[in-house]
């Protein structure tokens, strides 16, 4: 038995550890904002927040999470944040195919609480691990930007 905090709440999962945490959160706890994309870490599609730091679920083995915090998009659009983000990406149209979004919107969570004033270089560093293929990098990079000057103080 593997034990996590899973989006606030204590969880308990029967996965073997050498299971992915994508497969686990997907399968197992039914959290389909996590993509399955590449199964290789490069795509960003499977980010979650583990322990405050934006990781590819894809290559997290369960065994190393017990103990474990992990944030999933479902648990994120239920705070402050998530709102003022998502009117942001809302107002400059930063959503295409919505694939991306949901691990683009957890990495802008990583990246303004890192640091709650972002330079445009610190933004397109802090989303480099996650693919967009509809090439909407400029409009998620704004839609951080302005994510950073409508949330002041909650960052």
């Given at each position: 038995m593997i034990k996590f905090i899973l989006n606030g709440k204590e969880v308990a999962s029967t996965a073997e550890a050498n299971e992915r945490l994508l497969d686990i959160l997907r399968n197992e706890f039914r959290l389909t904002g996590v993509k399955c994309g590449c199964k290789e870490g490069e795509c960003g599609a499977c980010s979650v927040i583990l322990d405050g730091k934006l990781v590819n679920s894809c290559m997290v083995a369960m065994g190393s999470i017990e103990g474990s915090s992990v944030m999933t998009i479902e648990g994120y659009?239920?705070?402050?944040?998530?709102?003022?983000?998502?009117?942001?990406?809302?107002s400059v149209s930063a959503v295409q195919c919505g694939f991306c979004i949901p691990g683009m919107v957890l990495a802008s969570e990583c990246i303004l609480s890192k640091n709650p004033n972002p330079t445009e270089e610190e933004i397109r560093e802090g989303i480099s691990g996650n693919l967009c293929r509809c090439t909407g990098y400029n409009a998620i990079v704004n839609a951080i930007s302005i994510a950073a000057k409508e949330g002041k103080g909650l960052w």
């Open positions: 659009r239920e705070t402050k944040r998530f709102e003022v983000i998502s009117r942001a990406y809302a």
